[in-house]
């Protein structure tokens, strides 16, 4: 990030400019950092998500992933665990989450318990990197 001594010399015409330039500049710091802290609130989702998991096997806990996709200032949490069910291979969250007679519905409230901590890895980065 720019220093504000290399400003010193700004000729008031020129001001308009260089100001523009330094909120810029000062946009994709924060850009980045954000970036960043999303990163951080992923992994704490990641490890909510595992610790609040049913354990028959442990083979679900281990299979928590997040990705970036293709949107910017976003996250994808998910669980790639699939099953067989009757028209194929189906995601065993969808049956944790949303089966009436073999779910145990937990995702939405390790999301929501989560959503301080994640706010706070997100904040964090921010003020660190900016």
């Known amino acids: ?4 001594g290399e400003y010193a010399h700004i000729k008031i015409e020129d001001l308009q400019d260089a100001i523009f330039d330094i909120l810029e500049e000062y946009g ?3 850009y980045i950092a954000t970036e960043e802290g999303l990163d951080a609130a992923e992994k704490v989702l990641i490890k909510n998500m595992k610790a609040g ?3 028959r096997t442990g083979d679900f806990k281990k299979k928590w992933r997040g990705s970036r996709r293709k949107y910017k200032l976003s996250r ?3 669980n790639t665990k699939m099953v067989k069910g009757k028209k194929g291979t189906i995601p065993l969250t969808n049956i944790l989450e949303y089966s009436s007679v073999r779910g145990n519905p937990f995702m939405k409230k390790v999301h929501e318990k989560s959503i301080n901590e994640m706010a ?3 904040v964090g980065t921010i003020k660190r990197g900016v």
């Open 76 to 78: 994808f949490v998910h």
């Open 28 to 30: 994709e710091t924060v």
């Open 1 to 4: 990030m720019s220093t504000m």
């Open 53 to 55: 998991s049913p354990s």
């Open 120 to 122: 706070a890895a997100v």
